[in-house]
């Protein structure tokens, strides 16, 4: 745990970064996940708990004997020094004789394709060059474990993209074991072996890419994971079953009273005209986005988006029906947040917990 005054930065937090695997710790601003890697690296000390390296508590140590690196966002680079000298400054510092720095910086800026920009400044260099520099300082220490801040966060949408695919096949060719933190759901998605995703300090879902893009614990997690983001639409109880509120169309078997359904927009499918299965909905707006088009439609009291391929020419105020397989479908506590079948079962084991000891 890490308090500062009242507030808990890092509350509770415990994982586990394997050896050689890429883990981000992903969640908005200010949910702790900056200061929780500042805690590994030894910049900040935690109120309580413990931090192991390699099965060595390092709680206690400084920084420099952690044997870790860190690329920051802001680069962080030496504005008088070139290229070759910001990559092996801390070598130097650590008094590292000058053939083995020469050796290291041979091979390291080849990996990161600096070897015709070893004698320029900072200044002159792209976004993505000195992003480079920043790995190549942090490669060169041969250290095992790289801590990375928010590293893409100033580039543009094209360099991240190239620097997403640079810094996984560079992780994966080295082997290094890699805490990464973002905001970006797009770039935990695409980079990580795991995902810590934290909210307010606290562990949200930690898991696979795939486990929470498939089985969201929470519906923050289902929020937070998918672009658009996840449909969360209150249920309510209808004729037949469960409807979406303000609806008459069943889309559950049972009562749909305090629960709240779930379907990513890419998993509804979109019939127009009103005749038919599904349910009704009246289209909102349409956006074309080249691949493909986001529909926004009104179904009963609840406002729904469709991920559609290709171009769909659909006017405001157009009737359309709406369906999606059964195993699309997400079921969530609205009041806890939690996955509803989670809920029903720690309600099945507390109620079997009480008859053994009543």
Not at 212 to 238: C, E, K, S
Request: hydrophobic share 45%; net charge positive.
């Amino acid at each position: 745990m890490k308090q500062f005054g009242r507030v808990k930065a890092v509350d509770d937090v415990s994982f586990r970064a394997e050896a050689g695997k890429f883990v981000v710790l992903l969640g908005p601003s200010g949910c702790g996940k900056s200061t929780l890697l500042r805690l590994i690296a030894g910049l900040e000390e935690p109120t309580t708990g413990r931090i192991l390296i390699d099965g060595r508590d390092v709680t206690k140590l400084a920084p420099e004997k952690r044997k870790v690196s860190m690329v920051f966002q802001s680069y962080a680079l030496f504005p008088h020094l070139s290229v070759a000298e910001n990559i092996v400054f801390g070598l130097k510092v650590r008094r590292l004789p000058a053939q083995k720095r020469k050796e290291r910086l041979a091979k390291v800026v080849e990996l990161v394709a600096l070897t015709e920009q070893l004698e320029r400044k900072p200044s002159q260099l792209s976004g993505g060059q000195r992003q480079r520099v920043a790995l190549a300082r942090a490669i060169v220490a041969e250290n095992s474990i790289c801590l990375m801040d928010e590293p893409l966060s100033n580039l543009d949408a094209q360099l991240r993209h190239g620097m997403r695919v640079e810094i996984r096949a560079l992780q994966q060719r080295l082997g290094m074991t890699v805490v990464y933190v973002t905001h970006d759901q797009v770039e935990a998605m695409s980079m990580a072996d795991r995902i810590v995703l934290i909210r307010e300090g606290r562990i949200e879902q930690e898991g696979s890419p795939e486990e929470l893009y498939a089985r969201p614990a929470t519906m923050f997690a289902a929020r937070f994971i998918g672009t658009p983001a996840m449909n969360l639409v209150a249920l309510a109880d209808g004729a037949g079953g469960a409807v979406i509120r303000g609806s008459a169309d069943v889309v559950l078997p049972g009562s749909g009273a305090g629960l709240t359904l779930g379907v990513r927009p890419e998993h509804v499918r979109l019939e127009e005209g009103a005749a038919g299965t599904g349910v009704r909905a009246t289209v909102t707006s349409a956006e074309y986005h080249g691949a493909d088009t986001i529909v926004t439609v009104q179904a009963g009291e609840e406002t729904l988006f469709v991920r559609a391929p290709g171009q769909l020419a659909l006017a405001g105020g157009a009737k359309v029906r709406l369906a999606w397989d059964p195993e699309a479908a997400h079921l969530f506590d609205s009041e806890t947040g939690l996955r509803a079948v989670d809920v029903r079962q720690q309600a099945r084991v507390a109620a079997a917990q009480h008859r053994k000891t009543g």
